[in-house]
């Protein structure tokens, strides 16, 4: 009987519950141009429907930059030497801020895919792989053609980088 049952739950898992590929090649659409490739970029890291979600995207003629928020790191040092009935003080701050966030160079992109997940109905996911077929970032989308939009758009600004 618990052999049934490992037998069971290695099929289970064996046949997942992610994703399925839908598209090998994702190609810039005919008749976008650069505006529209940026909106749909725009659009399609804006509406993310998971955590990884950034506050704002930028894109330039040479990478797309997505930032997660500005952190500061500071150090401070004070000392005070008392007068009378008073005091001197004397101290320094250092404060060093910076964008936290992730960009992706144009140049360095690689495959773009499509897939969509096996279980939720309507969902689907944008890989951006570098070109040595890494990981860059996974971007989930409402529907198949938001997809095919957000995926043409970023292989049009590949192919049009400056």
Same mark, same amino acid.
């Given at each position: 009987?618990?052999?049934?049952?490992?037998?069971?739950?290695?099929?289970?898992?064996?046949?997942?519950?992610?994703?399925?590929?839908?598209?090998?090649?994702?190609?810039?659409?005919?008749?976008?141009?650069?505006? +529209?490739?940026?909106?749909?970029?725009?659009?399609?890291?804006?509406? *993310?429907?998971?955590?990884?979600?950034?506050?704002?995207?930028?894109?330039?003629? +040479? %990478?797309?930059?997505?930032?997660?928020?500005?952190?500061? *790191?500071?150090?401070?040092?004070?000392?005070?030497?008392?007068?009378?009935?008073?005091?001197?003080?004397?101290?320094?701050?250092?404060?060093?801020?910076?964008?936290?966030?992730?960009?992706? %160079?144009?140049?360095?992109?690689?495959?773009?895919?499509? %897939?969509?997940?096996?279980?939720?109905?309507?969902?689907?996911?944008?890989?951006?792989?570098?070109? *040595?077929?890494?990981?860059?970032?996974?971007?989930?989308?409402?529907?198949?053609?938001?997809?095919?939009?957000?995926?043409?758009?970023?292989? %049009?600004?590949?192919?049009?980088?400056?």
């Amino acid at each position: 009987m618990k052999r049934l049952w490992m037998i069971a739950l290695a099929a289970v898992v064996l046949a997942g519950c992610g994703h399925r590929q839908l598209e090998s090649v994702v190609t810039a659409p005919p008749g976008m141009d650069r505006q +529209h490739a940026i909106a749909a970029v725009e659009q399609g890291f804006y509406e *993310d429907w998971n955590n990884d979600r950034p506050q704002s995207v930028v894109v330039t003629d +040479h %990478y797309i930059l997505l930032s997660d928020g500005v952190v500061s *790191d500071g150090s401070s040092f004070a000392s005070a030497v008392p007068i009378g009935t008073g005091a001197i003080a004397a101290g320094n701050s250092r404060v060093i801020t910076r964008e936290m966030g992730q960009r992706i %160079y144009l140049s360095s992109l690689g495959e773009i895919s499509i %897939y969509e997940h096996k279980v939720k109905k309507n969902r689907f996911v944008v890989i951006i792989r570098s070109a *040595d077929g890494s990981e860059l970032r996974k971007v989930n989308m409402r529907s198949l053609a938001l997809a095919q939009q957000f995926a043409g758009a970023i292989a %049009y600004l590949k192919a049009h980088r400056a």
